[in-house]
């Protein structure tokens, strides 16, 4: 089945630290990858996307590229505020075929706290 | 567009009860998840549903769980007879799947979400 493994966190940087989150995955068939993010006390907003192998999503100084030869959507940002600090979610979803197809699967979260 | 809405946001009901969530999708989106989120297990995917029909059920955790999705504009989550384990956040989200070879889903967009404890 499909699935999707993220770094464990807490995470906890510095304002302006360098961030990375790392995502793996396995799928049957050829996913889109997400990064979704969680404020407290709200619901997961997509952060952004990648839909092809070496597609690179990126938003508000996110980013993260879709490598398909070592199944990773890897999350980065270079200079971390304490506004980021929220819950970082990794997705797949795999289109037509399958018995799973349409599934939105993800990985267990990642808590990012930023310090000033 | 108001985006996903659930109702209501936050539950508090006593062992036993039933407790009934609700969800108005995205107009136009012909998918619709039923996600719940707890410090424990993380986000657990309940039930997806594509154009109103269950897909996948195999996150429902028993016979006590049910969804229904009667119309495009419309879910429910239904619980009964409710439990203290049961206490958690559910999340509702819908997106348009485009489906077909070679086509992507779009993202998903979710529901603020409904706070639910059983005591």
């Known amino acids: 089945g499909n699935s999707v493994t993220q770094m464990e966190g807490p995470v906890t940087l510095s304002e302006e630290a360098f961030l990375t989150i790392n995502c793996t995955y396995t799928?049957?068939?050829?996913?889109?990858l997400f990064w979704y993010v969680q404020y407290p006390g709200e619901g997961l907003q997509l952060l952004l996307k990648?839909?092809?192998?070496?597609d690179k999503g990126s938003n508000k100084g996110f980013e993260a590229t879709y490598r398909k030869e070592t199944t990773s959507f890897h999350l980065e940002k270079g200079s971390v505020q304490v506004s980021d600090s929220a819950v970082y979610f990794c997705a797949l979803s795999v289109g037509a075929g399958g018995t799973s197809y349409g599934k939105l699967t993800f990985g267990q979260g990642t808590i990012l706290t930023v310090h000033p | 567009d108001a985006g996903v809405i659930q109702s209501p946001r936050h539950e508090v009901t006593e062992m036993g009860q039933e407790v009934t969530l609700r969800c108005k999708p995205i107009?136009?989106?012909?998918?619709l998840f039923w996600y719940r989120q707890t410090m424990m297990r993380g986000l657990e995917l309940l039930i997806y549903f594509n154009n109103n029909v269950p897909i996948d059920d195999s996150g429902m955790p028993e016979d006590r769980f049910s969804a229904k999705m009667p119309n495009a504009s419309f879910s429910t989550l239904k619980i009964q007879p409710s439990e203290p384990r049961d206490s958690a956040v559910y999340f509702c989200?819908?997106?348009?799947?485009?489906?077909?070879?070679?086509?992507?889903?779009?993202?998903?967009?979710f529901g603020q979400g409904t706070r639910l404890t059983v005591v």
């Open positions: 990648a839909t092809k192998a070496d």
């Open positions: 799928a049957t068939g050829y996913p889109s």
């Open positions: 107009s136009g989106h012909n998918s």
């Open positions: 989200a819908s997106r348009m799947r485009q489906g077909g070879r070679g086509r992507r889903d779009t993202e998903a967009f």
